[in-house]
């Protein structure tokens, strides 16, 4: 859901403890709960939001043009068979395509249209073990293919972690 939030235009909103996946909610009265900050499994969520927060700052897509309607174009958002969302995020020429799997089944040989044609780059995947995650196997690069689909004249073909958020950007 973090992902989700980050990939999507708008304002990230993160209160105080979800940086580390806090299980109580925040309270003004008493401190953070820092303990929780010392479990594995509150450690991959802080190094996902490092991620997440790096991956931002970086992709211009993701903010140069975070409240403009023309930054945002969905590939896929009625596929409840299988409830994946799939959308690009544009800036100056740049796309970068955010696949979500929100179910706990991988999704093999998934696909989904592309705008454009060529060798696409892993920028992101949130099911990475470092960040708790399963640790699916995700390819680090892959090859568009001519065949259309969702609209666009070529398509790939990805294999979808379960519960998981990945990030792809043409190889310039």
């Not at 925040?26 to 991956?55: C, D, M, P, Y």
Request: hydrophobic share 35%.
């Amino acid at each position: 859901l973090y992902s989700w939030m980050y990939l999507h235009p708008g304002a990230k909103l993160l209160f105080m403890g979800g940086e580390f996946g806090q299980r109580s909610e925040w309270q003004f009265a008493e401190s953070l709960h820092w303990e929780e900050a010392e479990a594995e499994s509150h450690r991959g969520v802080f190094k996902t939001i490092k991620a997440l927060n790096h991956l931002y700052r970086e992709e211009k897509s993701l903010h140069l043009e975070n409240y403009n309607y023309q930054s945002f174009d969905w590939i896929e958002l009625n596929d409840h068979e299988n409830s994946v969302l799939s959308f690009l995020r544009k800036a100056e020429e740049e796309n970068i395509i955010c696949v979500i799997n929100l179910t706990p089944q991988p999704r093999d040989q998934y696909r989904i249209g592309v705008p454009d044609e060529g060798a696409y780059q892993l920028l992101f995947n949130s099911d990475e073990s470092d960040y708790w995650g399963s640790g699916y196997p995700c390819k680090n690069e892959l090859k568009s293919e001519k065949e259309p689909w969702h609209g666009h004249q070529n398509s790939l073909l990805l294999d979808l972690p379960p519960l998981a958020a990945v990030v792809y950007k043409l190889k310039s």
